[in-house]
C-alpha cells in the first residue's frame, strides 16, 4: 500500500452550500503532504471527514487502508489530530496532561508514564514537564499538544493549521518537530493558509479551492505552472526603464514594467546566463542597477493563477 490516504470523489454538502465538491486526494506514504487552500475552502471539512468525526455524503475515502465510514475504529486506532485549538488541560503540567492522554487510551499507568517521559525528550520539553501549561508559551503549547497526538503513535497524523497565532519562533518549533515525524515514520496532512509553512514542510501539495483540488505537485512543480524562474531588475532612476526594455536579452512580450517601483520582470530559462546577459547590457549601456535578482514565483502567485480569484492566502505576521 503505497497511500496512506486515499479519497476519491468525496462531497460533502451543509444545507445549500458544498463544503465538498468531488474532492480527489491522494497521500503517499512516510511524507507530509499539504492541503493549500482559502478560509472556506474545504480542507478542515476534509479532515474531519478523514478522522471519522464527519460522513461524507459521497465517495470513498481510507486511511491506513481502511474506510473511514466501515472500518471507523480501526481508523480512529492508526491516526492523531491536531485541531486548530490545543486541547490541554491549563491547570496540569506537562507530563500529567500527557499520562492523562496515555490512560485515556487505555495504555495503562506504567506504559502512559514512559510514553509521557518519550515525547517530552523528544520534543525538547522535559524540563517543563512539571510546570504547568499555562505557563507554557505558544510555541511550547503546541508542541505539548502535538506530543499528545503522538501518544498512541498513529500511522498517519492530521495537523490542522498548526501554526495559526504563533509569532516566528513558535512556528520554527513546530516545524522542526513536524520534519522529525516522518523519520521516525508517521505520515503527515498538514491544512494550511500559510504559504511559507506548506513550502518549508511539505513533500507535495494539493491546492484545494470550493470543495475541490484544482491542482497538485510538488512546491516547485506549481511554481512552474506560472511561468517558471523570473529575473526582475531595479533600476536606479526610472527614466531609463524604456531603454533597459529595449536592451536587455529577453523577449518583448514576455517582460513586464512597473514603473512606479523603477522595476522591470521578464521570464527566464537559464538562470545563470540571463543573469550575466543583463548585467553585461546594463553595465554596456551605462544604465546603473539598483538591484538584480532571480526569483522563482511564491505560492501566493500560483494560488492566484491557478485559481483567478480575488482570494489571498495568509502571510505569517513577522
Known sequence: MTNAVLAEGVRKRYGDKAALDGLDLAV??????????????GKTTMVRILTTLLRPDEGRVEVAGHDVVREARRVRLRIGLLGQRAA??????????????????????????VRADELLER??????????????SGGMRRRLDLAASLITEPEVLFLDEPTTGLDPRG????????????????????????????????????VVDHGRV???????????????????????GGGQLGAAVALL?????????????????????????????????LEEAGIEAEDIALRRPTLDEVF???????????????
Open 214 to 236: 484544482i491542482a497538485d505537485g510538488t512546491a516547485d512543480e506549481l511554481k512552474a505552472r506560472t511561468g517558471g524562474d523570473r529575473i526582475d531588475v531595479v533600476l536606479r
Open 171 to 206: 512556528r520554527a518549533e513546530v516545524w522542526s518537530a513536524v520534519r522529525s515525524l516522518v523519520g521516525g515514520g508517521t505520515t503527515v496532512l498538514l491544512t494550511t493558509q500559510y504559504l511559507e509553512e506548506a513550502d518549508q514542510l511539505a513533500d507535495r501539495i494539493s
Open 249 to 281: 536579452p529577453f523577449p518583448a512580450e514576455g517582460v513586464s514594467v512597473d514603473a512606479d517601483r523603477r522595476l522591470l520582470s521578464a521570464p527566464v530559462t537559464d538562470r545563470m546566463a540571463a543573469l550575466a546577459g543583463a548585467v553585461r547590457a
Open 28 to 41: 503517499r506514504r512516510d511524507t507530509v503532504h499539504g492541503l493549500l487552500g482559502p478560509n472556506g475552502a
Open 123 to 136: 520534543f525538547g520539553l522535559t524540563d517543563t514537564g512539571r510546570k504547568p501549561v499555562r505557563a507554557y
Open 304 to 318: 492566484l493563477h491557478l485559481t483567478g480569484d480575488h482570494h489571498r492566502l495568509k502571510e505569517p505576521a513577522a
Open 88 to 113: 490541554l488541560d491549563e491547570e496540569l503540567g506537562g507530563r500529567q496532561n500527557l499520562e492523562m492522554f496515555g490512560r485515556l487510551h487505555h495504555l495503562g499507568a506504567r506504559h502512559a508514564r
